[in-house]
């Protein structure tokens, strides 16, 4: 069975410019979170989707945003980037909703 | 909200012996936790789960511990070999989100 997958493995842009991250969940999967995992700092819970709704968001500015889509795959877009947005954006998915969460490997998002 | 830290950002242990990681968290509504297992470039890996209702729960050379009194939980792992050199954190929830421990970095000395 294939875990979750993210797209892409490294992205590199400039102060100013839009991010978009994919994310494709466990086949059966209908939960789907994103996190911020800056350096030296544990995961920051940043989004959670769940049958296609927003069900939560962490404590992130608005230029933080996403979707999840019918197939339940997910993108996380990112607006106006600054420095400190560098980090890896992990996501995850649950078969239930707040339950075990798998992680994917993850997009290494670097602002110049 | 919830916060949750890890005893120790380090530690060492020899091949052979048993490994301890300790967690510990503020919010006596989170009834469900989680370690995780993140090797470096790699995304965290689901090593054990347990839920508020039991104290112990065992796998494959890993246990957890819970400690609901004293908001606690630990992670037990038994001959402890290279391969589990990693960051270990665990991630508490209550119901709503996930909160996430910054994590111990496990090297095990051959």
């Known amino acids: 069975e294939a875990g979750v997958t993210q797209s892409p493995t490294h992205l590199i842009k400039t102060r100013g410019q839009q991010a978009t991250l994919r994310c494709s969940p466990i086949s059966g999967h209908t939960s789907v979170y994103w996190y911020q995992q800056a350096l030296g700092l544990g995961l920051q819970f940043l989004l959670w989707?769940?049958?296609?709704?927003?069900?939560n968001r962490g404590n992130f500015p608005p230029r933080f945003s996403g979707r999840q889509f019918p197939n339940y795959s997910s993108e996380l877009n990112v607006n106006a980037l600054e420095l400190e947005d560098s980090a890896l954006y992990l996501c995850a998915s649950s078969l239930e909703a707040q339950r075990t969460q798998y992680f994917g490997p993850g997009t290494r998002l670097l602002v110049l | 909200g919830e916060s949750v830290g890890l005893h120790l950002p380090t530690l060492s242990v020899q091949e052979g012996d048993n490994s301890i990681i300790n967690c510990a968290y503020s919010n006596s509504a989170s009834d469900y936790f989680i370690w995780y297992k993140q090797e470096s470039g790699k995304g965290p890996q689901f090593i054990i789960d347990i839920r508020s209702n039991m104290d112990k729960r065992q796998g494959q050379r890993v246990t957890v511990l819970l400690n609901k009194t004293v908001k606690h939980l630990s992670l037990q792992i038994a001959a402890t070999q290279p391969g589990d050199s990693a960051v270990y954190f665990c991630a508490a929830n209550d119901g709503n989100q996930f909160y996430f421990g910054t994590g111990t970095s496990l090297t095990v000395i051959p």
């Open positions: 989707y769940d049958e296609g709704e927003e069900r």
